[in-house]
């Protein structure tokens, strides 16, 4: 099922705490802070991150990583974030439910050398999407998300990194394929392109 397996919220910066529900209004979630003012806007009110992906990395890198370690916002389950494209949007819980829709690329930044002085340069699509919220509401630990393919550009995705990082988009595409989610077909659309690294407060 797929599903929230993670809500997480800190007042600035990593980690992010794990909390049983909370509410979602247009600017992200209610009690959420963000340690640099480039955050603060509607693009970014969520950032989502596929909990397969956080565990592939776990086992990778060998650190102890948990749900909201990455500062992600919502770590999902059996939604495959990393196969989206712009437009996509996530139904979570009932049919009057939150409603999300993918913006951006998430990019590794500098806050994670509190990690690994190395993932601002690894982790280049595989560590999720950031999102609007279409519908604001209430959303809980363990409520289904209901994916709604809408993108007009490319599926999934992607941000073009340069300055010798590492672009990850072929290791996320085969970790959640292994977890049964391929795939999915595409539009045809030109790939974003970024600098690496991440400039501060990203």
Known sequence: MSRIESINI????????SIESIEVVETGLVGDGHDHAKHRTPL??????????LDALRVESTLPLVAGSLG????????GVQRLGAGDRLHVGDEAGVVLE?????????????????FKRELW???????????????????RVGIELLAADARPLVREPGGGCI???SIARSILTTHGMPPLSS????ITSAGCPEEPGS
């Open 10 to 17: 800190s007042p600035g910066g990593i980690p992010k705490v």
């Open 44 to 53: 970014q009110a969520v950032s989502l991150l596929d909990a397969e992906l």
């Open 72 to 79: 992600e916002n919502l770590t999902l389950r059996g939604v």
């Open 102 to 118: 993918i913006t951006r690329v998430r990019p590794p930044c500098y806050v994670l050398d509190a990690l690994s002085p190395s």
């Open 125 to 143: 699509n595989r560590i999720g999407m950031y999102a609007r919220v279409v519908r604001a509401g209430s959303i809980r630990t363990g409520d």
């Open 167 to 169: 672009d990850g988009a």
């Open 187 to 190: 539009p045809d659309a030109a």
